[in-house]
T-cell receptor
Framework: GDSVTQMEGPVTLSEEAFLTINCTYT??????LFWYVQYPGEGLQLLLK?????DKGSNKGFEATYRKETTSFHLEKGSVQVSDSAVYFC???????????FGKGTRLSVIA | EPEVTQTPSHQVTQMGQEVILRCVPI?????FYWYRQILGQKVEFLVS????????KSEIFDDQFSVERPDGSNFTLKIRSTKLEDSAMYFC????????????FGSGTQLSVL
């Protein structure tokens, strides 16, 4: 079945460091791909998405490119801030009204 | 921005007891979901609800689980006889219409079964 695998956390970085959180997926057909973020004490929020191959989603300095050839959707940010500390979830939406499939989440801690 | 509201934020119960987790989705949304995350594991889909009926459910959503939208605003998840392994964070979500529109999630209810 469809699945998402993302790198294990936690990830600890210093402020202004470069961030990569790896995400790979297995799916039949052409899923849409998402990154959700959960800040402490809050619900999951959509961070960015890409709906077809080679699309790049971007928001708040974060980017991810839908790579069909490597079945990947890695999340990157050039310079992280303390306020980026959160849990990041990679997810895919197979098609139609089927539900989202999530990865385990990666906790990011950014220290000043 | 409108938000999905879940109550309570924490629920502690004894094994075998019934619990009801409550959610108020965003008012003009049509699709409603429950997900859960056991500590250290993936966020897992439980059930989706549309037009006052279940549209899809996972293997986890067995006869011990039920959902209701009793009054057009609340969306509840009931676990009839809780088990230790039901301990998890339960997330409610809703979306307006189109499948690729984003889900709006609540902040979750942490259920602890003792």
């Amino acid at each position: 079945g469809d699945s998402v695998t993302q790198m294990e956390g936690p990830v600890t970085l210093s402020e202004e460091a470069f961030l990569t959180i790896n995400c790979t997926y297995t799916a039949t057909g052409y899923p849409s791909l998402f990154w959700y973020v959960q800040y402490p004490g809050e619900g999951l929020q959509l961070l960015l998405k890409a709906t077809k191959a080679d699309d790049k989603g971007s928001n708040k300095g974060f980017e991810a490119t839908y790579r069909k050839e490597t079945t990947s959707f890695h999340l990157e940010k050039g310079s992280v801030q303390v306020s980026d500390s959160a849990v990041y979830f990679c997810a895919l939406h197979p098609s139609g009204n089927t539900p989202l499939v999530f990865g385990k989440g990666t906790r990011l801690s950014v220290i000043a | 921005e409108p938000e999905v509201t879940q109550t309570p934020s924490h629920q502690v119960t004894q094994m075998g007891q019934e619990v009801i987790l409550r959610c108020v989705p965003i008012s003009n949304h049509l699709y409603f979901y429950w997900y859960r995350q056991i500590l250290g594991q993936k966020v897992e889909f439980l059930v989706s609800f549309y037009n006052n009926e279940i549209s899809e459910k996972s293997e986890i959503f067995d006869d011990q689980f039920s959902v209701e939208r009793p009054d057009g605003s609340n969306f509840t998840l009931k676990i009839r006889s809780t088990k230790l392994e039901d301990s998890a964070m339960y997330f409610c979500a809703s979306r307006p219409t189109a499948p690729n529109e984003k889900l709006f999630f609540g902040s979750g209810t942490q259920l602890s079964v003792l």
